[in-house]
């Protein structure tokens, strides 16, 4: 959503004093200095309520805020302590207000991945029975930016519920998987969502506004095009790891699945590694001005380092038809074939044989000296035993990831290949036995 938004304006007033908000959210880039807006309320740029996740910028470190902003006076109602700032995991976000509650800790009540949050960095509980900026006939509900066309939200949100006139806890929302113990959405919560309550499930790409509440409260897109994702709180797949040190990553985009690269030595693991396993992804090359590695790379890799995390990865480099091997001085060897750009190149990395395998538009690239095209028969297990797919580079140069959400950037894959277990999408057939990073599929290999 990072420069588009759904829009409603209100038509009839309802509970000002008595509403609950629940929402999934899985963040892109938490090192914005403005907020990532969730839901904002505005008559104008004087009376507002906010609900919002903070950047990076000074003293507001990627905590939750709820905020009013009555005749121009803005008003921090709560702020957290803990920084929510993990790009590889959605949170599940409740917020119950109620402000007849005699006691003011009641009036509002935080619940992030099924727990309620009580110790905050500030909470400035609105009076007794205060009304809200929100839920007036005269008031613009916006989702994923504030009203003054800032704040865009950057990242995923699913199933976001607004209940007018009932205050909820997260267990009316969500419960814990019996078997993984993981915090899970209810898909069809028992709810009464009231005059201007909604439930947006984002499920239908063509009309991503729609409401599911049954009350046809329906939301406009505004400012752009929303991508939808089969990333969801119930299987999360891997992108490019935005917690990687500034100054060795590149400019982060569509959901952390497209890099865009100006200087030397910056590069991105995934966000999810794997020590057993079989695992595909591909990489879509936009731009292939300068060199750039696609491969494998260690957990032991350091972050803070040289190209590849000084030493501890292999992969092919487009630009120069070069197989890099970084355990050893960073050794060579050529590979047959010409990449161009806009071509496709997939990575299967088997950790059960600890090797890493490289596909050219579908086909096994070849080379005569290596039996199989194991990338100089690279053995993952003399570095590390948790490996993942990712990405390092020279200057001017941009990839697109796909990791098995079926995109390139915003451009859906043409011919829909699925892995062997069904899960994900991608635009060349998957390698038997291999399977999307996401995970769905790496639990399968723990509870099945």
């Not at 800790?105 to 009076?127: A, E, H, W």
């Not at 290596?370 to 053995?379: E, F, H, K, Q, V």
Request: charged fraction near 15%; glycine fraction near 10%; include cysteine.
């Amino acid at each position: 959503m990072a420069s588009t938004s759904l829009t409603k304006t209100g038509s009839t007033g309802d509970s000002r004093r008595i509403f609950t908000h629940s929402v999934w959210v899985k963040r892109s880039n938490v090192s914005k200095t403005d907020a990532d807006m969730i839901l904002n309320s505005a008559i104008d740029e004087s009376n507002q309520y906010y609900f919002e996740l903070e950047g990076n910028s000074v003293g507001d470190d990627n905590d939750i805020r709820i905020r009013q902003l009555s005749s121009g006076s803005v008003n921090t109602l709560i702020k957290t302590s803990a920084s929510f700032r993990d790009v590889s995991a959605w949170y599940h976000i409740v917020v119950a207000v109620d402000t007849t509650q005699a006691t003011a800790s009641d009036r509002i009540k935080l619940y992030v991945n099924g727990s309620q949050i009580t110790s905050f960095d500030s909470s400035t509980y609105p009076s007794q029975n205060t009304d809200m900026e929100i839920n007036t006939t005269s008031y613009t509900t916006h989702i994923g930016k504030r009203n003054n066309n800032s704040n865009y939200y950057d990242g995923s949100m699913a199933h976001l519920h607004f209940i007018d006139g009932t205050a909820y806890d997260a267990d009316t929302f969500g419960e814990t998987d019996a078997t993984t113990g993981i915090w899970k959405p209810k898909t069809a919560p028992s709810v009464t969502y009231g005059t201007n309550g909604f439930f947006l499930k984002f499920e239908n790409s063509g009309a991503f506004g729609t409401d599911s509440s049954g009350n046809a409260n329906n939301f406009t897109v505004a400012g752009g095009t929303m991508t939808q994702t089969i990333d969801t709180p119930s299987n999360v797949f891997a992108t490019l790891n935005a917690l990687v040190p500034a100054s060795r990553i590149g400019t982060l985009s569509n959901g952390n699945l497209k890099i865009v690269s100006s200087a030397d030595n910056f590069y991105s693991p995934s966000t999810l590694y794997v020590s057993k396993g079989k695992w595909y992804a591909e990489f879509k090359l936009t731009d292939t001005t300068r060199g750039g590695v696609i491969g494998a790379i260690s957990s032991n890799a350091n972050l803070n380092t040289s190209f590849w995390g000084g030493s501890y990865g292999t992969g092919i480099n487009a630009s120069n038809n070069l197989i890099y091997n970084y355990d050893n001085g960073g050794s060579t060897t050529s590979f047959t074939g010409t990449i161009s750009q806009n071509d496709i190149i997939g990575i299967a990395l088997d950790m059960d044989n600890k090797k890493i395998y490289a596909y050219h538009n579908g086909s096994l690239l070849t080379n005569g000296t290596i039996t199989g095209n194991a990338l100089n028969n690279y053995d993952l297990s003399t570095i590390d035993d948790y490996w993942t797919i990712g990405f390092g580079n020279d200057s001017n140069y941009t990839i697109e990831a796909n990791f098995g959400n079926g995109f390139f950037g915003t451009t859906a894959v043409s011919s829909a290949e699925n892995p062997d277990d069904g899960i994900g999408i991608f635009e060349y057939a998957v390698p038997t036995g291999y399977k999307a990073l996401c995970t769905k599929s790496i639990n399968a290999q723990e509870y099945d």
